[in-house]
């Protein structure tokens, strides 16, 4: 049984940096493509980034590139989400997510395994 934990929300000024962890253990962790979506308050989960097996491709919502870099390291079964230039509208609980999908996935339906979710809070 995959278990996904996420780690390292909290409160952050506009402008900050924080990043986040998620560690999955129970099957091999380079089987599975990752990926990272939120959830605001009062709105739907939305995507955010996505990493390859082997983390040669990562794809990004527009609102999030280039202030987003999501990363994994094989070795420790874990994978990140650095955050930086944090605006108040990227306040959300953000989950990460294993795919069985060899394909670059966007959309929650293709993952099989969630976190629970990590707050990440943006004051301005």
């Known amino acids: 049984q995959v278990q996904v934990v996420e780690s390292g929300g909290g409160l952050v000024q506009a402008g900050g940096s924080l990043t986040l962890s998620c560690a999955v253990s129970g099957h091999a962790f380079s089987r599975y493509n990752m990926g990272w979506f939120r959830q605001p308050p009062g709105k739907e989960r939305e995507f955010v980034a996505t990493?390859?097996?082997?983390?040669?491709?990562?794809y990004y919502a527009d609102s999030v590139k280039g202030r987003f870099t999501i990363s994994r390291d094989n070795a420790k079964n874990t994978v990140y989400l650095q955050m930086g230039s944090l605006k108040p509208e990227d306040t959300a609980v953000y989950y990460c997510a294993a795919s069985r999908s060899k394909m670059v996935v966007t959309t929650t339906d293709w993952y099989d395994y969630w976190g629970q979710g990590t707050q990440v809070t943006v004051s301005s």
């Open positions: 990493i390859t097996r082997s983390g040669n491709r990562t």
